[in-house]
């Protein structure tokens, strides 16, 4: 069966029957095709407008039209298709209305109008009742409740069938150059207002930056760019976000708010929005909308936004050129072994960059998720575990973090220098023999001890695992060794006993030739304890004190292809301190 109207609605049905070919036409045909069409067809568009001649519709616009005679003239009406059927959205002003009839104004509504009504069919599903935008003709706009856009300022309200748009000119001599825009961000006001919950709505703060104003006028912000191409207004919504973004947490925004929604359109389309705001709190207080947020998107998600951003990739729906600069943030340098706890406020997007004076390093960031690292002009991930700035790696790493949380999350990025970069003893020389990994086979400091120190017995003594490696870019590393020692003193009132327990390990600089092995040690992790008691009831245990390492350490060296001997002159005493060790492989990898 095929449908068509004509004219001036007249009804013509041709009705095909069996494979016979049997043909119904006449009055039947036309009450089976009437029939047809009444169920088939799409609903018709519902209407429930006021009437614009009487004053108390006008007065829900503004209470103050109530007393002013109005002639409306009606000159846009057009269809939007929602989950409920089909509503309209029209626009009014008084026939007298004059800057109404200004050349081009009533173009710029009509364009907005119909660029909002476009832009409601990529929204996926929503709702929004009849809609009305009047024109209000010599009344400044109430400021409780208006939204001001250059020249224009407008504000929406809600009755029970019906949405109502007030548009005011704010100047004689305005250009209502932003009339397209503020048409189409308020429409989305109405949009909300027929999709969400009442609570929903009423966490609005009317645009200072509280409550659900960050998603409320984000999103109203989101549709006008979704529905037009221009950027002027928008442009200034990412300047303030830019400017604030650092410290203010999203949920404390209004219109800048923006950015993250167009973030979200590009990621995911612009169906992606409705879905979002059915999540938004429904009380205004800060932690309501911090668990709304943590529960509409995953971190992943919101860390994402916060990689796009910082990268500058900021996309209008229509692909007009968008300006977004971020600002560069702190800045965490390394120059020895340390740790920067950075704190992470929840939704606050915080930025900076992680630096690494000259040397070879081991970094670490914990906790895992909220955050990412990238070297400058490269991909996010996570910040290297090994940085050697010698061999040209990076030195300086872009951070964001974005907490997706109800608290503050602190960071910590440890940066743990294992060699610098200045030659060790004054010389770059590197004698091959020594290249390679050593274990001690005998000699060593305990030995030593034993032979010099008089007064003081060392019953018990032992280091294990001393493994040294000396790399073949001057670096040096040693296995995590561990010590036990007991000395016992005798003195003329007690008998004085220590035991203890070490585990160090540590890495640095080296440089050897003719002979004479030069040390520079850039790092030292130790950990031990020393319990100290005597014959008259003394009884302390206290951590084993770290004493900082000389910038140089010079030894004498014998080497072979197998053997290593080190003899290390120790100032006052006749006695060097000798250790052997034994190859135990010519290179080895950390």
């Not at 909308?289 to 998107?297: D, K, T």
């Not at 010590?483 to 003195?491: F, H, L, N, P, V």
């Not at 002159?569 to 190859?583: L, M, N």
Request: aromatic share 8%.
């Amino acid at each position: 069966m095929s449908v068509v109207w004509r004219g001036g609605g007249a009804l013509k049905a041709l009705w095909s029957g069996s494979a016979s070919g049997t043909r119904l036409t006449g009055s039947i045909g036309r009450v089976v095709a009437v029939m047809f069409f009444l169920f088939t067809a799409a609903p018709a568009a519902h209407a429930s407008f006021g009437d614009c001649a009487h004053p108390g519709y006008l007065a829900q616009f503004d209470e103050r039209l109530e007393s002013i005679p109005h002639d409306c003239v009606e000159t846009l009406r057009v269809d939007v298709a929602t989950a409920s059927g089909t509503r309209q959205i029209r626009l009014i002003h008084d026939r007298n209305a004059g800057w109404a009839l200004l050349p081009g104004v009533l173009e710029e509504f009509q364009r907005g109008i119909r660029a909002a009504a476009q832009a409601l069919r990529q929204i996926g599903s929503y709702e929004i009742d009849d809609t009305t935008v009047l024109l209000i003709d010599g009344l400044t706009p109430r400021e409780e409740s208006s939204e001001s856009f250059s020249d224009i300022a407008a504000s929406t309200s809600f009755s029970d069938h019906e949405c109502h748009i007030s548009a005011y000119l704010l100047s004689a001599g305005g250009t209502t150059s932003y009339a397209a825009y503020v048409v189409a961000h308020e429409i989305f006001h109405c949009v909300q207002g027929a999709t969400l919950t009442p609570a929903q709505v009423d966490t609005s703060s009317g645009g200072v930056g509280s409550g659900g104003d960050w998603w409320l006028e984000g999103t109203a912000e989101w549709f006008a760019a979704l529905s037009l191409p221009e950027v002027t207004t928008l442009q200034r919504w990412i300047a303030r976000f830019d400017g604030r973004s650092s410290d203010t947490p999203l949920y404390e925004m209004a219109y800048e708010a923006v950015v993250f929604f167009l973030w979200l359109n590009d990621a995911e389309g612009p169906s992606s929005i409705i879905p979002v705001l059915h999540q938004m709190a429904n009380r205004p207080h800060a932690s309501s909308q911090r668990a709304a947020m943590a529960s509409a998107l995953d971190g992943d998600s919101w860390l994402a936004f916060a990689q796009r951003y910082i990268d500058g990739d900021i996309k209008h729906p229509h692909g007009t050129p968008i300006s977004v600069n971020a600002s560069d943030g702190d800045t965490w340098r390394y120059i020895e072994t340390g740790t920067n706890r950075i704190t992470l406020p929840p939704f606050v997007l915080r930025r900076g960059w992680v630096e690494f004076d000259c040397g070879k390093w081991a970094a670490d960031a914990q906790p895992a998720e909220g955050r990412a690292f990238r070297s400058d002009g490269g991909t996010w991930g996570e910040l290297p575990g090994r940085i050697d700035t010698r061999n040209g790696d990076e030195s300086r790493y872009r951070f964001v973090g974005l907490a997706a949380s109800r608290s503050d999350v602190v960071l910590q990025v440890r940066g743990e220098q294992e060699a610098a970069c200045e030659p060790c003893g004054g010389s770059t020389a590197v004698d091959a023999c020594l290249v390679g990994a050593w274990r001690q086979t005998g000699g060593g400091p305990i030995e030593w001890m034993r032979k010099v120190m008089d007064g003081i017995a060392i019953p018990e003594g032992e280091r294990h695992n001393v493994l040294d490696v000396f790399q073949a870019d001057g670096t040096y590393f040693t296995a995590p060794l561990t010590a036990k020692i007991t000395s016992i003193a005798e003195t003329d009132h007690a008998t004085l006993r220590g035991d203890a327990q070490v585990v160090a390990q540590t890495s640095g600089r080296w440089s050897g030739e003719n002979g004479r092995l030069n040390l520079c040690q850039d790092q030292l992790r130790s950990s031990g304890t020393v319990r100290a008691t005597s014959s008259d009831g003394m009884d302390e245990t206290f951590p084993v004190p770290v004493t900082a390492a000389p910038d140089l350490v010079t030894l004498e060296f014998t080497c072979t292809d197998s053997t290593l001997e080190t003899r290390l002159p120790i100032p006052g005493v006749p006695e060097p301190i000798v250790t052997q060790y034994s190859r135990v492989g010519d290179r080895l990898v950390e």
